[in-house]
C-alpha cells in the first residue's frame, strides 16, 4: 500500500459545481497536510495548509481533515474555470524533518 | 514566500550527455530540495541539498547519477549526468520558507531524453 494515495481522475465539472478532491494515508506520523494546485508547465503552488483534524476554510476552498480515518478533502464551491489545474495533496511529519509525501494529483477540468 | 528561479525551463538532450539545472532563490533559505516529477506519477524527492557538504539523496537516487551543488544559501545546481529517455522528466527544486514547514516551488525544468 502506497503512503498516500489520490485519484488521478480526471475529473470534468461544469462552472459552478462543488468539486471534491480526497487523498488518503496510512502514515499515523504525518502531522500536517496541504493541498497544492498545480497548473499546466508551472510548478505547484500552495493552496491550503492545516495541521488538526476539521475543517479550514479560505474563500471558495475548504480544507477537511479526518485523522482518525486517515482522510483528507478539499472542497471547492462555485468551481470556475481558472480552477482547472492538477491538484496534488502532500503530509509530513513535522518538527525537523521537512520531507513531504505527495499524492500522485487530480487533473480537474471545469468547464464553463 | 520566497520567488524561486529555474534554468533552463525546458531542454530536450541526447542520450549520454549530461544537464545542469540551475535554482535561484531571492532571499537566504535553509532547507532546499530537487524533485522528479513523472508522469502519471507522484512529487518525488531527489536530494536533500545542504549548504557547504554533500547533499543528502533518497533511497534509489545516488551521487554519481544526480551530482548536486549549494555553494551558498541562495542557489544550488542539479546535474541530470549520462542521461537515457528514462530520465525524461520534470525537475524541480523547492525551498522551506516561514515557520510551517511549507515548501515553495519553482517552475520546473522540462527535459526530454532523446
Known amino acids: 500500500q502506497k503512503e498516500v494515495e489520490q485519484d488521478p481522475g480526471p475529473l470534468s465539472v461544469p462552472e459552478g459545481a462543488i468539486v471534491s478532491l480526497n487523498c488518503t494515508y496510512s502514515?499515523?506520523?504525518?502531522?500536517?497536510f496541504m493541498w497544492y494546485r498545480q497548473y499546466s508547465r508551472k510548478g505547484p503552488e500552495l493552496l491550503m495548509y492545516?495541521?488538526?483534524?476539521g475543517n479550514k476554510e479560505d474563500g471558495r476552498f475548504t480544507a477537511q481533515v479526518d485523522k482518525s480515518s486517515k482522510y483528507i478533502s478539499l472542497f471547492i464551491r462555485d468551481s470556475q474555470p481558472s480552477d482547472s489545474a492538477t491538484y496534488l495533496c502532500?503530509?509530513?511529519?513535522?518538527?525537523?524533518?521537512?520531507?513531504?509525501?505527495f499524492g500522485k494529483g487530480t487533473l480537474l477540468t471545469v468547464n464553463p | 514566500s520566497a520567488v524561486i528561479s529555474q534554468k533552463p525551463s525546458r531542454d530536450i538532450c541526447q542520450r549520454g550527455t549530461s544537464l545542469t539545472i540551475q535554482c535561484q532563490v531571492d532571499?537566504?533559505?535553509?532547507?532546499m530540495f530537487w524533485y522528479r516529477q513523472q508522469p502519471g506519477q507522484s512529487l518525488t524527492l531527489i536530494a536533500t541539498?545542504?549548504?557547504?557538504?554533500?547533499?543528502?539523496?533518497e533511497s534509489g537516487f545516488v551521487i554519481d547519477k544526480f551530482p548536486i551543488s549549494r555553494p551558498n544559501l541562495t542557489f544550488s545546481t542539479l546535474t541530470v549526468s549520462n542521461m537515457s529517455p528514462e530520465d525524461s522528466s520534470i525537475y524541480l527544486c523547492?525551498?522551506?520558507?516561514?515557520?510551517?514547514?511549507?515548501?515553495?516551488f519553482g517552475a520546473g525544468t522540462r527535459l526530454s531524453v532523446l
Open positions: 523547492s525551498v522551506v520558507g516561514g515557520t510551517k514547514n511549507i515548501q515553495y
Open positions: 502514515n499515523s506520523a504525518f502531522q500536517y
Open positions: 502532500a503530509m509530513g511529519s513535522g518538527g525537523s524533518n521537512y520531507k513531504l509525501t
Open positions: 541539498a545542504n549548504q557547504g557538504s554533500e547533499a543528502t539523496y
Open positions: 492545516t495541521y488538526s483534524s
Open positions: 532571499s537566504q533559505v535553509t532547507m
